[in-house]
């Protein structure tokens, strides 16, 4: 797959916002947990403190041996000053060891909260946004790396801080011995730290351009291991095909991976050399003023420890900021996904002008977002309590798309659906939905207890067994349901323990009882909803349906003509457009396309 990678602005660039995301993460922090945040802080700058202090003490410890040796000071300095070390390195691990505690405490909540906001977010998208493929890039990257970075970004910020803290320390106790040392001390960590932040860059590049590859090696790995797909995975054979394109993006993705990895290690060893050159340097100078008497064999001990420590303090910082850098740029990623805009829907009226009046479609026009095509084209219905219609055509000529604007699930484009007199765009969305009972073809199987895949269809009344059994007898589901061993408690599908597959059949009608429970909907919308079912079983679920819903707007698509006649209305559809409309008596005397298929499939049960 040929793709650009675009460039970025460098290190020097991403101050500004890398302080930005470094403020949004620290709050983000702070709002999981202000009591970690607090220990979290205060720890670090405990442990930022300690490592001077233990070498300040060891300068002191060496001393007073030296001393003692010669005559010149007695064993209680010694013990003092070894009992005061021993003592700050007893802190330094106590400090160390809080902080991994808070940082395994906070990265639990933390990573909770990031994959809490993020599906927030994401049921705030209308339909349409949510069948973009680059929304699913979006999503893909936020969630691969979102839930760690926020903590990461503290705890580096907090490393940072701790490391800024015991490298000033040194730097006052290098002072003493001469300024040029401290300079050195922090020039020997630049070099390396330059190469880590150009090619963190660079791996965050190839992050991004790859998301799409990286959604279809997890959907592969859904194919190859769900059992929805395990039958035909099976029966056609497909399992090696699918592994070896599963293993072709990895391979392809690991070589950019490998060559990067290659280039920085490289890249980072040569300049750590550099580092390395420059401490020993400061040893040198270090041991050879102790030989030429300006310093003591303590203040030597003292001061190559600070170099060592010092430039470990510089390294760790250098990388902490790099690392800082890195997850900025994954955190944009998080904060791009979460910053999306929404789709504002302006609708708050919850009853119509003119109630009972019915549904009325007005010149409706429609297309998908970044589609030339109409899918649906100068469509107008009038529908009215207690009739049928049923949407007859070709598979995409716009049958379901239609029922999907009626339910408020796009946005409306040219035209106009009035519910009752009132503009859908006028309508609350909650409120609008609420009026609607719907079965898509495509309806979801809960791995749920039977009762909850029903009370699914009003979350009002998700636990209510009364209301569960009431939605199951309207959708002829309760005669099967009492045969199973828990009854309306028995877990479906094979996810969990104990789970029981049903027939298409029977699912078929745990989906119809899921539309009756909303016991008020004045539209009752069936897509295809007894597919799985032999033609007989259809004819005499649409005849009770159509029995039951004297008040109510049906709307049934269909692709048997023996349930659709019974339609009080039928609407015969192609590339978006109705081509025949009235009842079948009227559409079979027409002798248009209606009664050519009619005819075809009629001829099929001769």
């Known amino acids: 797959m040929a793709a650009t990678i675009e460039s970025s602005p460098g290190f020097l660039g991403q101050i500004r916002p890398l302080l930005s995301y470094g403020r949004r993460a620290l709050v983000l922090v702070w709002q999981t947990s202000p009591a970690l945040t607090i220990a979290l ?38 013990w003092f000053w070894l009992s005061i070390e021993a003592l700050l390195v007893a802190a330094m691990a106590a400090a160390q060891s809080g902080l991994n505690i808070c940082n395994s405490l906070l ?109 279809e090696m997890m959907y592969l790995e859904s194919v190859l291991a769900r059992e929805d797909y395990t039958k035909e995975v099976k029966l056609f054979g497909l399992g090696p095909r699918l592994l070896d394109r599963y293993k072709a993006i990895f391979a392809k993705i690991f070589r950019e991976d490998r060559a990067l990895t290659i280039r920085r290690g490289w890249w980072t060893f040569g300049l750590g050399l550099l580092g390395t050159a420059a401490l020993y340097g400061a040893f040198a100078w270090v041991v050879m003023a102790t030989v030429a008497g300006q310093l003591s064999l303590g203040e030597m001990t003292m001061y190559i420890m600070v170099f060592k420590q010092g430039q470990s303090a510089v390294s760790a910082s250098l990388s902490s900021i790099n690392g800082m850098y890195e997850d900025h740029l994954y955190l944009s990623s998080l904060y791009e996904f979460l910053e999306h805009p929404i789709r504002s829907h302006r609708g708050r009226v919850e009853q119509g002008a003119d109630p009972g009046s019915g549904l009325e479609i007005i010149d409706l026009s429609f297309r998908y977002p970044g589609s030339d095509a109409l899918a649906l084209d100068g469509i107008n219905l009038t529908l009215r309590p207690g009739s049928s219609l049923a949407l007859v055509g070709e598979n995409g000529s716009g049958k379901t798309t239609l029922t999907k604007l009626i339910s408020g699930l796009y946005e409306l484009d040219q035209g106009d659906i009035r519910l009752d007199g009132t503009s859908l765009r006028q309508w609350h969305p909650r409120a609008l939905q609420d009026r609607i009972g719907v079965i898509f073809q495509d309806f979801a199987r809960y791995q749920w207890l039977v009762g ?99 008040n109510q707007i049906l709307i049934l698509i269909s692709h048997r003509f023996s349930t659709v006649r019974q339609a009080d209305r039928i609407a015969v559809m192609e590339a978006g457009r109705i081509i025949e409309f009235g009842s079948h008596a009227e559409l079979i005397a027409l002798n248009g396309r209606y009664a050519r298929l009619f005819e075809l499939q009629a001829a099929a049960y001769r």
């Open 41 to 78: 802080a205060l720890l670090t700058l405990l442990a930022g403190l300690l490592p001077a202090s233990i070498a300040y003490a060891g300068k002191w410890l060496v001393d007073s041996v030296v001393a003692a040796i010669q005559g010149e000071g007695s064993s209680q300095a010694v």
């Open 107 to 215: 990265r639990a909540q933390l990573g909770q909260r990031v994959n809490v906001m993020i599906l927030e977010k994401a049921q705030q998208f209308d339909l349409a946004q949510l069948e973009d493929a680059e929304f699913y890039d979006r999503l893909t990257r936020a969630r691969r790396e979102a839930s760690t970075r926020p903590l990461s970004l503290v705890q580096k910020t907090f490393g940072v801080i701790q490391n800024g803290i015991a490298i000033i320390t040194f730097s006052g106790l290098l002072f003493a011995f001469s300024p040029w040392a401290v300079l050195l001390l922090i020039i020997g960590g630049l070099p390396a730290f330059f190469a880590e932040a150009r090619f963190a860059g660079q791996a965050y590049k190839l992050f991004r351009w790859r998301s799409p590859e990286t959604r």
């Open 452 to 550: 909850h895949n029903i009370g699914a269809g009003d979350v009002r009344a998700f636990d209510s067994e009364e209301q569960w059994r009431r939605a199951a007898e309207k959708g002829l589901a309760d005669d099967f349901i009492r045969q199973l061993p828990a009854a309306y408690q028995t877990q479906l599908g094979r996810w969990f323990k104990d789970g029981r597959e049903l027939s298409g059949g029977q699912w078929q009608k745990i989906a119809l009882a899921r539309a009756f429970m909303r016991s008020q909907a004045d539209i009752l919308i069936l897509d295809e909803p007894t597919s799985a079912m032999d033609a007989g079983a259809e004819a005499e679920v649409f005849e009770y349906l159509q029995g039951m819903a004297r």
